[in-house]
């Protein structure tokens, strides 16, 4: 079976090259947790390969996930009539895989032994399918709500991203939005800087309405939306920002000209050039990192947990295995059952709800 037939994407106006960057995005986060020290109590490597700055530093995909989110959103957020149609989309877009991974999760937890957060109860789901954090759900209900994967985190920013860029967007416009957006980064940017110099009580209840709003991201989505600008009208200055504004995100990781700097500087660059370069859209584009990138979002949701523990067990039942090697064959296997969701689960459940709100529609119109 050929990859295109994989991808079966026949829409003329996908960007290519953006599920080129998707997929450059998620194999860094993968080997940030196959490799990095996240878990290495768990792995039988421990930290052995932490230091190959590969590893080291994938996290920074996300980063590079928020910049795709900015300039995709930008463009979803000029389809739409209004912030109710936005967010409808936007939840029917993550809400099959969310659904689908999570009952899998749950399902195949008890047989996964090694998996660092142990096996998730029926209510552990609740925070994934809602896309609300569950600190929200301990302030408000004082219980001790927990999360089925670590990795979700980015999920809750996305959403809050999306609610906050829609109501910007349909009431002040795009132009307006971005600067807001900007603003509400150079405010958590600024905080950090001003931290140690404020009376403590500010200090503590600023810096917990930031932490929860999740402004440090922003500059990261308000970057990815100059981007765009310049994509759709040409307009230098707006590259120019877009620049200046992920550099600025950048810096904010871990200081100026940090190697944390300079590895996310390097991911914005090649966004960046991405955006205008003909010949690295066409390298982006190809069918190996275009599969990547189709499945990108359930690869994600699925992976942490079920990749480490696999790596275990694969370690305890065939010790001549090399480390180094160990993970290759959990992440193909995560790979493929992604690609399943992808392909065939997700279009299912998106079309089952969307016929049964088409069913409850029509059926309360003829009760009235």
Not at 163 to 170: N, P, R
Request: charge should be positive; glycine fraction near 6%; aromatic fraction near 16%.
């Amino acid at each position: 079976m050929k990859t295109a037939s994989l991808l079966n994407t026949n829409n003329p106006s996908r960007l290519h090259f953006l599920d080129g960057l998707r997929g450059i995005a998620i194999l860094l986060v993968i080997l940030f947790h196959a490799y990095s020290d996240t878990w290495n109590e768990f792995l039988p490597y421990h930290n052995q390969y932490h230091d190959f700055f590969i590893f080291k530093y994938g996290n920074y995909g996300v980063q590079l996930f928020f910049l795709i989110s900015g300039f995709v959103i930008s463009m979803s957020l000029e389809k739409c009539n209004s912030f109710g149609d936005f967010m409808f989309r936007r939840w029917l877009r993550l809400f099959p895989a969310m659904l689908i991974v999570s009952f899998i999760i749950l399902i195949t937890a008890p047989l996964l032994t090694a998996r660092p957060m142990g096996v998730p109860s029926v209510r552990d789901l609740i925070p994934g399918l809602t896309f609300v954090e569950p600190e929200a759900f301990r302030t408000i209900f004082n219980n001790n709500q927990k999360l089925i994967e670590g990795c979700f985190w980015t999920l809750f920013v996305e959403v809050k991203f999306y609610i906050v860029a829609a109501l910007l967007y349909f009431t002040i416009g795009q132009k307006k939005m971005i600067v807001a957006l900007i603003i509400m980064f150079l405010t958590s940017t600024l905080f950090g800087l001003m931290q140690s110099h404020l009376p403590s009580e500010i200090e503590v209840k600023l810096g917990t309405v930031l932490h929860y709003l999740n402004y440090q991201h922003y500059g990261w989505f308000a970057a990815g939306a100059l981007f765009y600008r310049y994509y759709l009208l040409k307009n230098v200055s707006c590259f120019l920002m877009g620049l200046l504004v992920a550099l600025l995100s950048a810096r904010a990781l871990d200081g100026f000209l940090s190697i944390s700097m300079i590895f996310a500087t390097a991911l914005v660059l090649i966004f960046a050039v991405s955006i205008f370069n003909p010949m690295l859209q066409a390298l982006l584009s190809n069918k190996l990192l275009g599969l990547i990138g189709f499945i990108s979002y359930p690869l994600y949701l699925i992976h942490e947990n079920a990749m480490i523990s696999m790596i275990v067990q694969l370690h305890n039942q065939y010790d001549w295995i090399p480390l180094f090697l160990l993970p290759l064959l959990p992440i193909l296997g995560l790979i493929f059952v992604a690609w399943i969701i992808a392909r065939y689960l997700e279009p299912v459940v998106r079309q089952f709800i969307k016929n049964l709100l088409l069913l409850l529609r029509t059926n309360s119109v003829r009760v009235v």
